[in-house]
């Protein structure tokens, strides 16, 4: 992706011919917003089962093409009912679960009511702060998954840096969306959405392998994440078993 | 109440080390119509007792307040002062729902609003606002509540509670029967709610369905006001049980208030 969106670098070489207009002097003072992420993760896949959700993601964060940081973490518990997972700006994500902790999950602390902040809660707030964003022409580069359980309800829902939301039983970003969503919603429909969290687990390692396989942003180290009525549970990274003597490779 | 050196400043302590000012805006809320509130476990019901200036050539004014489908407010003391936090309520109720897709929580919206009460006893430029309030509410997680707020900016969680003029007596029949309020069905919550308000009606006041009225948030439904017609059944049920009524006790001592400016 172009870092000179205007051409700015063509007309302030050496050897370009010299233009009179002043603006195009000094262009480092125009006030500058992000236009393309520079740190990224790739997709982020979900899926509900019965009394909870699973939510998987690679560990990369990749620099344009290069796989720059290979054990991050792109999976966050958001307080004692969610977890968030991001594609999209690394440093934008950091800063969203910054933000997110200070002022919804440590106000709950510091209330002390006996309540805490729910999966829907965080989803509509982040959905704010995103649109917010966009308004000002200065996004938060991300696409998030909010996966939660409260209650004895699972909730699943996506919003990106646009503000677009909606929720679905099956859930999958960037390059997932094309290749595994519809393995995700095959899968769901199958089962009639009767699905146990080791299914939904081996769905989402399957998937997993597949972008691994076709996405050239995607790592073989997962994390895959449980939310239930015990709360957030984020597995230690795990490496993905490929195979790769077929013939047509 | 006498008037002293230390009262004309909200901010100025007296020797004894109270706020006079804010002390005078509790008493507003004595002097204002009697507010009383109940809960069960899935049901909050607040009953309040309305004037009129003027019974028969008036309307009454009004005392109960939505501010969501699961909160609900009372009033006693300064109508207009009420009416300046049931704005701020309903714009907070809304722009929370705005911002996170839920119900407002009934303990943070009494918390703002009696932070804000708290304010104007400690800036020269305000004054404290002469009104009590009842909160009820119904919240997901933590289940029903009923609040009180005074002028001075404290709040007290209750499970059955009267403010505003002749209010004694309504607190007295309480005591006497709260236990039996948790498993209580809402018809029985409404006529506990009646029986306390016609103990705060004065002399010579009948408690009719122009004067009284009732609201009720609670566990999968939205509030509801009885009033008028719709209180009808529920009084003519509480004249057939008024045999099996609790004594209750003398209505307290009443100073002399202006009425008009107190409701």
Request: with cysteine.
């Amino acid at each position: 992706m172009s870092m000179d969106n205007f051409g700015l670098y063509k007309l302030m070489h050496e050897d370009a011919p010299k233009n009179n207009n002043p603006l195009l002097e000094q262009p480092t003072l125009a006030k500058t917003h992000t236009t393309d992420p520079i740190v990224t993760g790739t997709s982020v896949l979900a899926i509900k089962f019965n009394g909870g959700v699973a939510i998987a993601a690679d560990t990369l964060a990749s620099y344009g093409s290069m796989a720059r940081f290979r054990d991050i973490e792109r999976l966050k518990s958001f307080g004692k009912y969610t977890i968030v997972g991001a594609s999209g700006e690394y440093s934008d994500f950091q800063y969203i679960e910054e933000q997110v902790k200070q002022s919804l999950i440590d106000r709950d602390y510091q209330l002390d009511d006996g309540r805490s902040t729910t999966p829907r809660e965080i989803y509509q707030y982040l959905v704010r702060v995103l649109y917010n964003r966009r308004n000002k022409f200065d996004p938060l580069y991300n696409v998030l998954v909010i996966a939660g359980y409260e209650n004895g309800k699972a909730f699943l829902g996506q919003t990106d840096y646009l503000g677009t939301h909606f929720e679905d039983v099956t859930l999958a970003t960037g390059y997932g969306s094309y290749i595994a969503q519809p393995i995700l919603r095959k899968f769901y429909s199958e089962k009639n959405g009767n699905i146990t969290e080791q299914e939904a687990k081996d769905i989402l390692k399957k998937c997993l392998t597949v972008l691994f396989y076709r996405d050239a942003r995607a790592a073989d180290k997962v994390q895959i994440a449980v939310i239930n009525d015990q709360g957030p549970k984020i597995d230690e990274p795990i490496k993905l078993e490929t195979q790769w003597t077929f013939k047509g490779f | 109440m006498f008037r002293n050196q230390y009262d004309t400043d909200i901010t100025t302590w007296s020797p004894a080390g109270r706020l006079h000012q804010v002390e005078y805006a509790m008493e507003a809320v004595k002097q204002g119509s009697a507010c009383v509130g109940l809960k069960s476990n899935t049901l909050v019901v607040i009953g309040s007792l309305k004037r009129s200036p003027h019974a028969e050539l008036s309307s009454y004014q009004k005392k109960l307040a939505k501010i969501d489908d699961h909160i609900g407010f009372g009033i006693a003391g300064l109508a207009s002062d009420g009416r300046v936090l049931i704005k701020n309520a309903r714009t907070q109720a809304i722009n929370h729902k705005y911002t996170y897709d839920t119900p407002i929580s009934v303990q943070r919206l009494v918390l703002q609003i009696s932070d804000k009460s708290q304010v104007s006893t400690q800036r020269s430029s305000k004054r404290p606002y002469g009104v009590g309030l009842l909160i009820s509410g119904y919240d997901e997680q933590t289940g029903t509540h009923l609040f009180q707020t005074e002028p001075s900016g404290n709040y007290y969680e209750y499970k059955a509670i009267a403010i505003g003029a002749r209010s004694q007596s309504a607190r007295t029949y309480f005591e006497k029967n709260y236990q039996t309020f948790e498993e209580a069905d809402e018809e029985t919550l409404i006529l506990h709610a009646l029986r306390a308000l016609k103990g705060t009606t004065g002399d010579n006041v009948e408690l009719t369905s122009k004067n009284a009225s009732i609201s009720i948030v609670g566990k999968d439904r939205k509030y509801k006001l009885i009033e008028e017609e719709q209180l009808e059944p529920y009084l003519a049920k509480l004249e057939e049980n008024a045999a099996a009524t609790t004594e209750q006790q003398p209505a307290e001592q009443q100073d002399d208030v202006d009425e008009e400016m107190v409701q």
